[in-house]
């Protein structure tokens, strides 16, 4: 079902971001009427991307250059197919969600994602990166919570500061080469630009240390909402790394870092969506490692992990987020016992779960398997090991630890409140595990789109590998067994690299507050010697004039001046949401302008 | 099926748990037994040329990760959850 032209599979998350706030409140509240609208995008996307043939489409002229936004082959393909399915499970999955922000939010974010997927060049990657992290901010605001607020706040400061590194390796890059062409780099002949860009993305792929911001931020994201997070930035980035930086030696060991330092935070962590969170760290260094050792297999090995990824993934924070919809806390020291009371719950996170720790059967186990053994063959056998610790601490973690502790643990019982699920999330859950099941049963349904050519195909389901799997598996659930009453959850705060970020933020607050501060309270001090008498001694003429001449020509003016100051302080609200906001419609609005007369 | 019918399995089978700790650990020997002729084609790590390589390393790397952690590395970086304020 070829065809020549590319309906961009963000076109339509864009028209549903404008066309949400117009929509009469009587249509909205209606939830199918609701649903269905906001399910057409992702038919569209899946529709588009299934029948699209490779190609360059939507070239843009703008400011003398060519903006191409629709760059189809191999990989974007892939990367926009599973994109456009977890939209489409993710939109199920909220339809319950009444606020319009969240669907505008989400949507812009979606469309983001796919804009840097199907950018032929840099600078369209990062027009959509931005909005992109526009989308998420604002989505993590959606939770309406005070720490939503300001982990929403250190969140767009951090991705603001990241996106500055890529900004300045683009126009350096423009400087030196004329172009903003986004292809392979050989890390043999990098300039400095590369590695701005590459320190860019990498702040996305949450490479450690620049990772602080997802543990931070996602676990406070809105239910619905976090669905999308954990689906697009890391793996956009994922995505932009792959084209732009594979082969990249750096990448395979910050790759094996991540992987390990992901589940040792998690091994420690109480919040259940926050120990998720670590575990996106975790297996997106899979990713990364991958592309880092640059291997045919190895880079068809984190394309197959981001696919299998971002379903599971999905699948665990909608389970969590199940759990935090029900009973009002995802943290583990607070649950327990609730196999019996969101059964069906239980049942889809363990898919996932299973799915994450590599279980035969399950997705997970086809895909993680072949970036190790991509390592392994390539004789990167430390990073290879480095893989499997992980893979040890994942089951323990999201394998056990979590489903233990809040759905069975041992006779701790959760006795609150459970307030029953709408059915679109139990929907959006069964999609999404069972894609992640038929995937991890019938391995070709998703190694057919992978972008690489191997000489000798991976086979992942041989007796000796899933014989190895199990033990790997069994024997740390074992290792559970022995240390259950060590590794058992309580209360505390982990510190981790974002206490480096905030102690920058403080000392420049302080580099930059103080001698303003100094020069505000002498000012002040001026003012009130010398500036108050003077203008009190002016007010007395003044007034004088006032009275006898000016009262009635100027009070017609006074009322307008005054409507204006109204009209400002409407628009001031003091509340930079909104000024964020306000800033981004203007941007946009500057865009078309200048495409439009430029 | 039902909510209730699945909690109620559910719930039954939370009450066998001792039988279920029993199949698991039958599983884990069945597995290891069958890692003796199955064992791994192509080792690449050196030791997993040996059947068990596998169930050795979840086992070690598991207990080390777990006391480790929890009882090394914790006690230093762990704070009051409102350590920051927010």
Redesign the interface.
């Known amino acids: 079902m070829g065809t020549d032209i590319f309906i961009h599979p963000a076109a339509g998350f864009l028209i549903l971001a404008l066309l949400v706030p117009f929509v009469p409140t009587s249509l909205w509240k209606n939830k199918a009427l609701r649903g269905a609208l906001a399910i057409i995008p992702p038919l569209v996307a899946i529709y588009s991307i299934f029948s699209v043939e490779p190609g360059l489409y939507g070239n843009l002229h703008y400011l003398d250059q060519t903006l191409t936004f629709g760059r189809v082959d191999k990989l974007s393909v892939v990367f926009g197919q599973v994109f456009a399915i977890i939209s489409f499970i993710g939109c199920i999955y909220g339809m319950h969600v009444e606020d319009r922000g969240h669907y505008v939010c989400a949507s812009l974010y979606v469309a983001g994602g796919f804009g840097c997927v199907f950018a032929g060049d840099l600078l369209t990657v990062f027009l959509f990166w931005e909005l992109m992290s526009i989308g998420s901010t604002f989505l993590i605001w959606q939770a309406r919570t005070?720490?939503s607020v300001?982990?929403g706040f250190r969140y767009f400061l951090y991705h603001t500061v990241g996106g500055l590194f890529l900004l300045a390796g683009l126009l350096l890059k423009y400087k030196a080469t004329g172009g903003f062409a986004f292809e392979g780099v050989n890390p043999g002949g990098a300039h400095l630009y590369d590695w701005l860009i590459l320190t860019g993305f990498c702040v996305n792929a949450a490479v450690v240390p620049l990772h602080a911001w997802l543990p931070d931020a996602y676990p406070r994201a809105s239910v619905a909402g976090a669905v999308y997070m954990c689906a697009f930035t890391t793996k956009t980035a994922v995505y932009v790394l792959c084209r732009g930086f594979a082969g990249w030696e750096i990448l395979a060991i910050a790759g094996t870092a991540m992987a390990i330092y992901g589940?040792?935070f998690a091994?420690?962590e109480n919040n259940s969506r926050r120990i998720l969170s670590y575990h996106i760290v975790s297996q997106v260094g899979y990713m990364v490692a991958g592309i880092g050792i640059g291997t045919a297999m190895t880079i068809n090995g984190a394309v197959a992990h981001a696919y299998a990824h971002i379903l599971y993934k999905g699948l665990l924070f909608m389970g969590t987020g199940a759990i935090l919809y029900s009973v009002g806390t995802a943290k583990l020291d607070e649950l327990g016992g609730l196999?019996?009371?969101?059964?069906?719950v239980?049942?889809w996170y363990m898919v996932a779960a299973l799915s994450i720790s590599g279980m035969p059967l399950f997705n997970g186990f086809i895909s993680k398997t072949m970036t190790i053994a991509g390592a392994?063959?390539h004789h990167r056998?430390f990073l290879?090991?480095g893989m499997?610790?992980a893979a040890?601490?994942t089951f323990?973690s999201v394998g056990i630890k979590l489903p233990y502790f809040a759905f069975?643990g041992r006779k701790k019982e959760f006795t609150g409140e459970v307030k029953p699920l709408p059915v679109n999330m139990y929907v959006g859950m069964a999609i999404c595990g069972l894609l992640c099941i038929a995937q991890g049963v019938y391995p070709d349904m998703l190694y057919r789109y992978l972008p690489m050519e191997v000489e000798h195909a991976f086979v992942p389901w041989?007796?000796?590998k899933v014989?190895?799997?199990?033990?790997?598996?069994?024997?740390?659930?074992?290792?559970?067994?022995?240390?259950r009453y060590?590794?058992t959850p309580h209360?505390?705060?982990?510190?981790?690299f974002d206490w480096f970020y905030?102690l920058i933020g403080k000392v420049t607050m302080k580099v930059f507050c103080w001698p303003s501060a100094k020069v505000d309270d002498i000012w002040t001090e001026v003012y009130r010697t010398v500036g108050l008498r003077a203008l009190i001694g002016m007010g007395d003429g003044t007034s004088w004039f006032d009275k006898k001449g000016i009262d009635t020509v100027v009070d017609g003016s006074a009322y307008t001046v005054r409507n204006l100051g109204r009209l400002g302080a409407k628009v001031q609200t003091a509340n930079l949401q909104d000024y964020l906001a306000l800033a981004a419609v203007l941007g946009l609005g500057i865009f078309a302008l200048v495409w439009y007369f430029g | 099926m039902s909510?209730k019918g699945?909690?109620?399995?559910?719930?039954k089978w939370?009450d066998n748990w001792k039988t279920w700790r029993t199949i698991?650990f039958v599983?884990?020997g069945v597995?290891?037994l069958?890692?003796v002729p199955?064992?791994?084609?192509?080792p690449?790590?050196g030791l997993?040329k040996y059947p068990?390589f596998?169930?050795?390393?979840?086992?070690v790397?598991?207990?080390a990760?777990?006391?480790i952690?929890?009882?090394i590395?914790?006690p230093f970086?762990?704070?009051?959850?409102?350590?920051?304020g927010?």
């Open positions: 005070k720490e300001h982990a589940v040792l091994c420690i196999a019996t009371k969101l059964p069906w239980m049942v392994a063959e056998t290879a090991l499997e610790i040890v601490g323990i069975w041989t007796m000796d014989i190895n799997s199990g033990l790997l598996l069994g024997f740390s659930g074992l290792a559970f067994y022995l240390t060590i590794i209360k505390a705060l982990n510190l981790d905030r | 909510q699945l909690g109620d399995i559910l719930a939370r698991f599983t884990l597995l290891l069958l890692n199955f064992v791994t084609h192509h690449h790590f997993d068990g596998f169930a050795g390393f979840g086992l790397v598991g207990l990760m777990v006391i952690m929890k009882k590395v914790q970086i762990a704070r009051k959850e409102d350590y920051y927010d």
